[in-house]
């Protein structure tokens, strides 16, 4: 069974390039949010769970993927994989607290998205 992918990122054509990215790769998008209320409403609705959020750092509407990803985790175990231009060790620290998959730094490559999503498969 495919994994079930939320994207988490507020700039609209880096997430539609995610989504490509993810369907191309046999991946299921169970949605896109641009913030932290939109993602835990994605989480919520969602039959059949969210097993793994891509998440930006830096959300609209002044939310924080940091904040977002430790409660997507808290309330429904959900771990995230960070991709963001602004990975600084204070954001790094702490958003490892949370058990992130991984960070991933914009501009990103397929395969380092892809290969960092491969560690939930195990």
Known sequence: ???????????????????????????????????????????????????????DVNLARGTNGVETAAALRQRWNIPSLFVSGNLDERTRAEAQQWHPIGFVGKPYSEREVLSSLMQVAI
């Open 1 to 55: 069974m495919p994994l079930r992918v939320m994207i988490v990122e507020d700039e609209m054509l880096l997430a539609l390039d995610l989504e490509d990215m993810l369907l191309d790769a046999g991946y299921t998008v169970v949605g896109q949010a641009s913030d932290m209320p939109q993602a835990i409403a994605l989480a919520e609705k969602v039959s059949g769970g969210v097993d793994v959020a891509i998440m």
